[in-house]
């Protein structure tokens, strides 16, 4: 299956909550649940100790905000890129979140996710 041929609101069902997660997991500094839906190619890359240290040391990891928007959908090559408007509790301003989501074997998987 090929998630660029899903409707937004199809592939949005599955990021929101997804995306919630990571907003909490960050938050709680829960590495293993953070990774829970990473495939096995970016849990690899996924390095406990680096994620660690985020979760440690960066305030922006921690406090996170459980409010944001979805900006759009980006499909390419087989993936979905959702961009979301990323809020903060302690920050002024908004960060980019991108959140990519693909097929492993036949289940859907997170690809990436950044927050910028």
């Known amino acids: 299956m090929n998630i660029t041929e899903q409707t937004d609101e199809e592939i949005l069902e599955i990021a929101r909550p997804w995306w919630e997660d990571l907003i ?6 829960n590495y293993l649940m953070f990774i829970k839906n990473f495939s096995r190619s970016f849990r690899a890359s996924a ?3 680096e994620l660690g240290k ?3 040391r ?6 996170l905000s459980e409010k944001y928007d ?3 959908l980006i499909r390419r090559d087989g993936y ?3 961009l979301f408007r ?3 509790k302690k920050k002024e301003g908004e960060w980019l ?6 097929y492993e074997e036949e289940n859907v998987k997170i690809f990436g996710c950044t927050l910028f």
């Open 58 to 63: 960066s305030d922006l990891a921690q406090n």
């Open 80 to 82: 979905v890129t959702v």
């Open 86 to 88: 990323q809020y903060h």
């Open 70 to 72: 979805v900006l759009g």
């Open 97 to 102: 979140g991108r959140l990519v989501l693909g």
């Open 24 to 29: 909490k997991y960050s938050n709680n500094k």
């Open 54 to 56: 985020q979760f440690a």
């Open 47 to 49: 390095n406990e100790m």
